[in-house]
């Protein structure tokens, strides 16, 4: 899939660069774009290694399995076939607790490990229902408190910066259900059989 | 954070872990890590770099607009709804121009702040984590990532114009 897309969205580029006789600027924005990925690691370095370390701390002091075990009623619900795995649990319960505690740098390095763990267990050369499922939700947002959305909406002078967390509340919410529903409908259903 | 760092430092100390060579472990691991997500990491932003410098986003901006005007949204807010599931650095910096156009408790500016911190960069997030393991098949994954971002395109909208 993501072949196609990306295959797709620099096709259509070019075109449309050769269209509108833009060739110049698509060469630049080619070598800006490797570049500025490099930064970005680079720049996202110290934070994945500093969150890498304390998880794993809080995993050999066995704070994750606690947390594991303190979820497990929803855990298991939606990730059935990790019932079992501690540590896979574990690790997906850091990843939404910091995706909800809105410590973005930290939900990637923890979800990343969680995926790794994932891909450990399964033999087979496709993804499990849980990896997708896992995925999914994080594409979809879990924050309880936008605290850089509010810091941006008052430096543009708004008189009620967290006046709108009812609506981001149940936006988020009403899309991660559809997320999940769509996922659990399309686990079961004909259409992506497997 | 604090808290929470210092809460995982303290039980793991407490436990008698060698918390900072456990933490060097973990942190090297995070380098390895961090390697590894880097060519997806180039192959991404080198994509949405093409597309908006190319005119491509610009053009499929105007093309939509229109549309979305007719069923209710401003056309503002069609723009906001393409880059958010591409790029996160774009979106921001689109949703903060449109806070500073319209004024941030106006109803563009309350979509445009609901819509940009109830979503994700969903291509972002599907590219990274599984382009740490190597799967030719996604199944679902992105059909169902997009409806979740469609879902809340139109609830950010919905909701505004009721409670706002």
Redesign the interface.
Known sequence: ??NY??FG??A???I??AA?G?LE??S???M???Q???E??FF??GS???????????E????TELLASAFSPVIDRLFPEYRKEQEIKGKICMNLSANF?G?GNAA??L???A??AM?EKNSG???TKG??L???I????I?LL?I??AA???S??????F??L???W???A???L??VL??KL?ERGPL?N? | MPAIIGAILVFGFLKGIEVFDTFLTGAREGIETSFHILPTLIGLILAVNMVRESGLLDMLCSLVAPAAQMIGISPEIAPLALLRPVSGSGSSAYTLSLLKAFGPDSETGKIASVLSSSTETTFYAVAVYFGACHYKKLYYTIPAALLGDVAAVVLSILTVKWLG
């Open positions: 899939m993501l897309i990306w969205m620099i259509a580029s070019v449309c660069a509108t833009r600027a698509l630049t924005a080619i800006n774009g490797a500025q990925a490099v970005l690691s996202l370095l994945m290694c500093a969150w890498m370390g304390f998880l794993r701390i809080a050999k002091s066995g704070l505690l410590l990637t390095p979800g990343l490990s995926m790794k891909a050369d496709s993804p990896m997708i896992f995925v999914v994080n594409t979809a947002s924050q936008p850089n959305m941006i909406r008052s543009c002078g708004s008189m009620e910066p006046g709108i009812p609506e981001i149940l936006t988020s009403v899309s991660l559809v997320c769509f996922c399309a992506w497997r």
